[in-house]
């Protein structure tokens, strides 16, 4: 594993242990050139996903951009990042299990969606209003009043 910090080639493993879902194994790392010290988190990748962007542009699908997402969404709320790992890793797991290399963006953006309407209500509205692409206060009216519809 190369360092993140002076780029030597070999650094050393200090210790390993499973992350508290056991998707995962951290581990702390030692670089002996300039003495730093770094995470890395190694995880089991059934296959290589694509996602395909609307305008038909592809790109590698990248974990860390769907939990920037979801942080963004989740900001100054009280949600655990234990629950956002949780959340993570099954929407990868379910991506990985629809047996396609190439997926939509609007599936993984439906799946976050879907997570989020059970995580925190109101990450779910920030999102939706990004994703959605709203432009005006009635745009969140509207989507706000079919969430309230569908509790009564």
Do not use: W
Not at 9 to 24: G, H, I, L, M
Not at 33 to 53: D, I, N, Y
Not at 90 to 103: M, P
């Amino acid at each position: 594993m190369r360092c993140p910090f002076c780029g030597h080639d070999d650094t050393q493993v200090k210790d390993s242990r499973p992350t508290e879902d056991n998707a995962a194994i951290r581990r702390r790392r030692f670089c002996p050139a300039c003495g730093s010290r770094f995470t890395t988190f190694e995880r089991v990748q059934l296959r290589e996903l694509t996602v395909v962007k609307k305008n038909n542009v592809k790109e590698p699908f990248d974990r860390d951009k769907l939990v920037r997402s979801i942080q963004i969404a989740i900001r100054k709320r009280p949600v655990d990042a234990e629950r956002v790992e949780r959340v993570v890793s099954g929407i990868v797991r379910r991506l990985e299990s629809l047996g396609e290399s190439e997926i939509p963006s609007a599936v993984v953006g439906e799946m976050v969606m879907d997570a989020l309407a059970s995580l925190d209500p109101v990450a779910y509205v920030r999102f939706a209003s990004v994703y959605r692409n709203f432009r005006e206060a009635k745009d969140f009216e509207d989507f706000v009043g079919k969430l309230s519809g569908d509790k009564d």
